[in-house]
């Protein structure tokens, strides 16, 4: 049961371009959201997060978007650099609101390719 | 301020070996994470532990997986009788208390032969 999906596993932009990353999740107690980015041979590194309550956060030339009717989220990198090239992943979590923190649930990434 | 450590950071085991797998957090964080990527899938998630406790165990295999965060020292993920299908990376991550947002170490690629 894949309750984060990101359905386009590759995606390619050219560089100074919108690279838009998209995410589904069908578990509606979700109410925090996180991106990471994936380097071959190394461990994801955050990139931005958002709560529930909100349906923006942005962050330099990252914004994440939250649809929650939608179930929808998306991850916006403007202008895209070669360096953006990596596997993303999102991710969501529970318990914003209980204050406890909790396990993330992976999406099973999306590999974005920045050409020149 | 140091980023979270793992060691080793490559491990090969033949089958019905024991593999440990360390992880110390980031300075000042008190939860530790531990998730598993297969080859071509997403993480999933084994383990949540605060110092001493076992928070959240939901994702472990029922059978050969242990996970401990002790007092001193740091996290031990133990894996006993390897097989190959145990072949994988394992990455931990930690995050301070009341955080959503988890910091992952640089994984260790555990490969049984």
């Known amino acids: 049961d894949q309750q984060v999906k990101q359905n386009s596993p590759s995606l390619s932009v050219q560089e100074g371009r919108i690279s838009i990353l998209n995410c589904d999740y069908t578990?509606?107690?979700?109410?925090?959201f996180l991106w990471y980015k994936k380097y071959p041979a190394e461990g994801p590194t955050f990139l931005i997060s958002?709560?529930?309550?909100?349906d923006k956060n942005e962050d330099g030339r990252f914004t994440v978007f939250l649809n929650k009717s939608a179930k929808h989220l998306s991850l916006h990198i403007v202008p895209s650099q070669p360096g953006d090239s990596a596997v993303y992943f999102c991710?969501?979590?529970?318990?914003?609101?209980?204050?406890?923190?909790?396990?993330?649930?992976f999406g099973t990434g999306t590999r974005l390719q920045v050409t020149l | 301020n140091a980023g979270v450590m793992q060691n080793p950071r490559h491990l090969v085991r033949r089958r019905g070996q024991e593999a440990r797998l360390r992880c110390s957090p980031m300075?000042?964080?008190?939860?530790v994470y531990w998730y598993r990527q297969l080859p071509e899938e997403g993480l999933k998630f084994m383990v949540y532990?605060?110092?001493?406790?076992?928070?959240?165990e939901s994702g472990m295999p029922k059978e050969r997986f242990s996970a401990e965060f002790p007092k001193e020292g740091p996290s031990i993920l133990r894996i006993q009788q390897v097989v190959r299908g145990d072949s994988a990376a394992y990455f931990c991550?930690?995050?301070?208390?009341?955080?959503?947002?988890?910091?992952f170490g640089p994984g260790t690629r555990l490969t049984v032969t």
């Open positions: 991550a930690s995050s301070p208390p009341y955080s959503h947002e988890q910091y």
């Open positions: 578990n509606s107690m979700f109410d925090y």
């Open positions: 958002i709560s529930s309550i909100k």
């Open positions: 991710a969501a979590s529970l318990g914003e609101y209980t204050g406890t923190a909790s396990k993330l649930t």
């Open positions: 300075k000042g964080h008190s939860h």
């Open positions: 532990l605060q110092k001493e406790n076992i928070i959240d």
